[in-house]
């Protein structure tokens, strides 16, 4: 009984962060839809006003950022990434304290680091807010700003020399093993389509567990509707019924996608297997 209340109060949970999510993408859908006409006083006023309280969502002035791309409005874009930047430069400044606070760095040394590490987040957001196929950036701004301090710290100090792979520390990519195991296909009822499933518990955690290795970078990289699918599954633990309702989809279209998507990744790691092996 106890057990099928858990069960009950889970299902509860999920559905009730799903129609978070809905409500959430209405309601940045409607601050969009009514700005104010493009280029007029009033549209500039509310996207740089110096208020945090009346400022813009940051997904909201993603969307019009990239609205301003599709044009080639280089004048306008810049301003907008002039805006974002700003309302996220102290969060990112006391980021940068406190990763370099666990560093043992001389006085100079950091200061150095802070300017170099910032410089190297602000180039690669300025590339992940310009490129229209990273709609996540408009859904769940803070999210998406959180995924990329860590890998662009990641690369900082693996370039720096700082971290390096040690014979003592288990490899953070997925098992040569695992990879090939992802070859597993499932024919499901009435589909007339092969669903590719990942049956192997190994490969699974593997996947579910990789934080700095390769593997997130290579899934930036795929098509927008794949990565979806991909963060939500095996990122979230979210199961392909709930993903398709979150996606607005059938459970048939998240099974395809799902499948495309491991395809993908599978493939891209074969062909990196001699640098990892």
């Not at 389509?193 to 593997?215: K, S």
Request: proline residues 3%.
């Amino acid at each position: 009984m106890e057990q099928q209340h858990s069960q009950a109060a889970d299902l509860s949970l999920v559905d009730s962060l799903d129609e978070e999510v809905i409500k959430r993408r209405a309601y940045l859908a409607g601050i969009f839809e009514h700005l104010p006409i493009y280029g007029s006083e009033a549209f500039w006023s509310a996207v740089e006003t110096p208020s945090m309280k009346s400022a813009l969502p940051l997904e909201v002035l993603v969307k019009c950022l990239r609205s301003l791309v599709t044009k080639g409005d280089i004048e306008g874009r810049n301003r907008i990434l002039t805006v974002i930047i700003r309302h996220i430069q102290v969060s990112n400044e006391y980021w940068l304290r406190s990763v370099l606070n666990t560093l043992s760095l001389r006085v100079e040394e950091q200061q150095a680091f802070f300017s170099d590490l910032y410089a190297d987040l602000c180039e690669h957001l300025i590339r992940m807010l310009i490129d229209p196929t990273r709609i996540f950036w408009e859904e769940n701004f803070q999210h998406c700003l959180r995924f990329e301090r860590k890998h662009v710290y990641h690369a900082f100090m693996v370039r720096e020399g700082r971290w390096q792979h040690s014979p003592d520390k288990l490899p953070e990519r997925i098992p040569r093993k695992h990879i090939d195991s992802l070859d597993t296909m499932l024919v499901h009822a009435g589909d007339e389509t092969m669903a590719f499933e990942m049956d192997d518990e190994g490969a699974q955690r593997a996947l579910l567990t990789v934080e700095y290795a390769e593997i997130p970078r290579l899934v930036l990289r795929l098509p927008e509707k794949l990565q979806a699918v991909v963060w939500l599954i095996f990122w979230e633990g979210r199961t392909e019924t709930d993903t398709a309702r979150i996606l607005e989809v059938s459970d048939r279209t998240v099974r395809k996608r799902k499948h495309e998507a491991l395809e993908l990744l599978r493939e891209e790691l074969h062909t990196r297997r001699d640098e990892w092996l």
